[in-house]
């Protein structure tokens, strides 16, 4: 019997990751190409359609595609463009729904990456019954999704949950967007690092991030240390959470949000960032908001969320109609 | 002919306004008692109805009372209640709706007096088109209102959009909820007292200010003299502006509004409040937010939005059903 299924697609700067998703959040078949090496978007979506189309002739079941969803850097789910992405080669604002329904002759929707990410814990984790939530995604930089009503709220523009360019510091550290003092300078696997070595010019504590060079560190790494006691590795942890819980502070009085889950890299480290999160949260709440709202680590944590969001996308409005 | 109606109430610490309003926002009759002299909220809930009843009778018109709506400090939408309002006598958690509906045998909606002036704003005001906007009040302290695609946001518990409590500053200035450096202990009408006062311990400039005791100081005399130059009511009004900018950047980072709404009586400053917090939020603003949001004064300065507010909550919910 054939499948049905959608296309989801999640474009990261590096790499496409695609996968069949059916309605139940099954990901039957996953693959990935690369983002780089297309002059022209056209010639990359036409790299794109060719390879899926290849995969779908080539699987011993039929799979029947209903849509396609798409989480993309600065994806505007309103406008179906993709505008600016820093992180791709294709300048400006591209019209990436109306090129893609022009090669696939599919319905295809488009959004941010920590969009795409909130759909799926709504759709596929442990975000079903709930109206109101914040996705965070730690990556490179940190995204944000948040959900109000049931809806992801794209706001006025379809750029709205951009959590990453709070400020958190006035004149702070300087940020890939061009401001300065953003969460994201802060609290992401970049900012980690950036606070680890800051820790080691503050004092003189022996650690094992002293031997390891600035461009080499990973987040996983420092999770590792912190296991064996490393002090500064213990409080990069410590000064993430510190902001990143401050920073939740004002979004739980933005939106108060029923729990707020934790996505990406920096997120695998569990309880190191969670628990000193959860504690400045905390100390930063309000009393009607206190010890009502979790963070906890993503349902999807160990799946491809990315790709699992945008096919939840598709499967939402293709279910909406 | 008989005139159809509904009650608009908004409870203050010191005074309850009342106003009959029709579905057009016009403010048939209004009159206010006093909030405070009661020991119970039973017996607060009928002196309001006795006097509500007596100005029926008094009227020459025949007013038919389809509903009642309230805008109240920690006024719960979802719950009904009254939470822990730090203004008023009566402590806990009021059933307000409940007591209100066994005394007035009429349909009830409670929320606060900044998600109230949200709706007046949607329904009577300048926002009539606007789907995502966001209404701050700047009386004694800071309120908002936050609507996301056309509803506004109550969040999980009811109490969502309370930016007077953000954080501005780390260690900063003593808030009146407890926790320290929140927005509203900035931006506000103490808030901006405090920091006249604090501009006249940094510099020796000669100010109208220094002629004043703080109990005395109100925002519009601050107006007035900023109007002649004076140099410290000018810097007050510029500080203030920059943290309101600098907050409501991070708000649109949050939701993305099409517009942002002053009202109350800090808002009544015009250019000298709007002025420099346009500029600090531009230069907070990432660059795909930039230069599309007003920050605006509310339609309704000059009214009192907060009844008008309440009377559209349940215009809102009367047409819903």
């Known amino acids: 019997m054939a499948q ?17 998703v059916d309605q139940s959040g099954e990901i039957h078949f ?16 036409a790299a794109l359609h060719a390879h899926v189309m290849k995969s779908l002739d080539s699987l011993e079941t039929t799979f029947l595609l209903l849509g396609i969803g798409v ?26 729904v109306k090129l893609m329904e022009h090669q696939f002759h599919l319905p295809v929707v488009v959004t941010n990456d920590a969009n795409a990410a909130a759909l799926g ?12 939530f914040v996705m965070i995604t730690l990556g490179t930089g940190l995204g944000s999704g948040l959900v109000v009503n049931g809806d992801v709220v794209y706001g006025h523009d379809g750029f709205a949950g951009d959590l990453g360019h709070v400020l958190v510091y006035d ?18 696997a970049t900012g980690i690092k950036r606070t680890a070595y800051e820790l080691l010019a503050e004092s003189n504590e022996d650690s094992e991030v002293r031997k390891i060079p600035f461009s080499k560190l990973k987040p996983k790494m420092l999770t590792a240390m912190a296991e064996k006691g490393d002090p500064v590795a213990i409080k990069a942890f410590d000064r993430t959470g510190y902001l990143l819980g401050r920073a939740l502070a004002d979004t739980v009085a933005h939106i108060s949000p029923a729990r707020i889950f934790l996505f990406g890299g920096l997120a695998k480290a569990g309880k190191w960032i969670i628990d000193p999160s959860k504690r400045s949260m905390e100390d930063h709440l309000m009393t009607i908001y206190q010890n009502k709202i979790d963070i906890v680590p993503s349902a999807l944590l160990s799946k491809n969320i990315a790709v ?8 939402k409005k293709l279910n909406s109609q």
Chains 1, 2 share one sequence.
């Open 121 to 132: 814990e709504m759709l596929f984790g442990d975000a079903k019954d709930l109206k109101n």
């Open 171 to 188: 004149h702070g550290r300087q940020c890939g967007c061009g401001k300065k003092g953003c969460l994201e300078a802060y609290v992401s």
């Open 30 to 45: 996953e693959d990935e190409i690369s983002t780089r090496g297309y002059e022209t978007i056209e010639e990359y979506i």
């Open 71 to 96: 989480g993309a850097p600065n994806g505007n789910y309103y406008e179906g463009t993709i505008e600016h992405a820093p992180n791709l080669a294709w300048k400006g604002k591209i019209e990436f």
């Open 4 to 20: 049905e299924v959608v296309l989801g697609i999640d474009i990261g700067g590096t790499f496409t990751k695609i996968g069949l």
């Open 308 to 315: 699992l969001g945008a096919a939840a996308l598709i499967w």
